[in-house]
């Protein structure tokens, strides 16, 4: 089955998908300053290139979309009937690289954390996590 859009138009719209700064990154970085955490953005020297890094703590956050890294919620699971074959073996993809950058991240002494775009629904949940998050940071760089 042939795709919906055009070409010209399909390539427009994809150009249009961001990798950085995206809205759930933006909302769990206001959080993160909200609390009063000191942190790095894209910190390319490590693998992976976490969306977040707060170096003091040696703690590494990814923010991933659901559909993009194949969470297991409804978004996630979700697989479009145009190009199937693609977008599955695409996420599967990202997958592993996800899986092969956390495991870089754990060997070199770092703690890794994904917060994935549906947590972000339930503001009080997501403020309670961070908390934690931080917290277990601190205890464990003293």
Not at 51 to 77: E, K, S, T
Not at 130 to 137: F, I, N, Q, S
Request: aromatic share 6%; glycine share 8%.
């Amino acid at each position: 089955m042939s795709d919906v859009y055009s070409p010209e138009k399909r390539s427009a719209v994809m150009r249009r998908v961001k990798g950085r700064d995206t809205t759930p990154e933006l909302v769990v970085r206001k959080v993160l300053t909200r609390l009063g955490a000191r942190y790095r953005l894209h910190r390319a020297d490590l693998p992976g290139k976490p969306d977040i890094v707060l170096p003091g703590r040696r703690l590494a956050i990814f923010v991933h979309g659901c559909f993009w890294h194949g969470h297991d919620c409804a978004r996630g699971a979700r697989v479009p009937k145009q190009n199937r074959d693609y977008w599955v073996g695409k996420v599967a993809k990202n997958i592993a690289r996800d899986a092969r950058s956390r495991a870089a991240l754990e060997a070199a002494g770092w703690r890794v954390e994904t917060v994935w775009e549906c947590e972000l629904k339930d503001a009080a949940s997501l403020d309670a996590r961070l908390v934690d998050l931080l917290r277990d940071a601190s205890a464990g760089s003293e």
